[in-house]
Nanobody
Framework: VQLQASGGGLVQAGGSLRLSCTAS????????AQWYRQTPGKERELVAG???????HYDDSVKGRFTISRDNAKNTVYLQMNSLKPEDTGVYYC???????????WGQGTQVTVSS
């Protein structure tokens, strides 16, 4: 099983980025998919998530600016990030787990840096 995250980079405040997380060995359409963010000295925090049924949830800090979506044909989950702020800076990780099972997988992380 592998989750490959990509799409990070350096962007000015107010800009946009789209992160991608492509899975092999698991199927996103039957798993929970989540994006986490980690900054130095802080614990990894949940930013956005999507259930197997497509229900989404967002941290209050990103509501209205970030959108999580899924392409089942490509087995890929996206995080569209708009109106980026310097406080969005961090390493973003995708995670997938299956409700009721011990399966729990993490991608390798992709760096997002938002300059002011």
């Amino acid at each position: 099983v592998q989750l490959q995250a990509s799409g990070g980079g350096l962007v000015q405040a107010g800009g946009s980025l789209r992160l991608s997380c492509t899975a092999s060995g698991i199927t996103f359409s039957i798993n929970v998919a989540q994006w986490y963010r980690q900054t130095p000295g802080k614990e990894r925090e949940l930013v956005a998530g999507m259930s197997a049924h497509g229900a989404t949830h967002y941290d209050d800090s990103v509501k209205g600016r970030f959108t999580i979506s899924r392409d089942n044909a490509k087995n890929t989950v996206y995080l569209q990030m708009n109106s980026l702020k310097p406080e969005d800076t961090g390493v973003y990780y995708c995670r997938s787990w299956t409700s009721g099972l011990p399966d729990d997988y993490w991608g390798q992380g992709t760096q997002v840096t938002v300059s002011s």
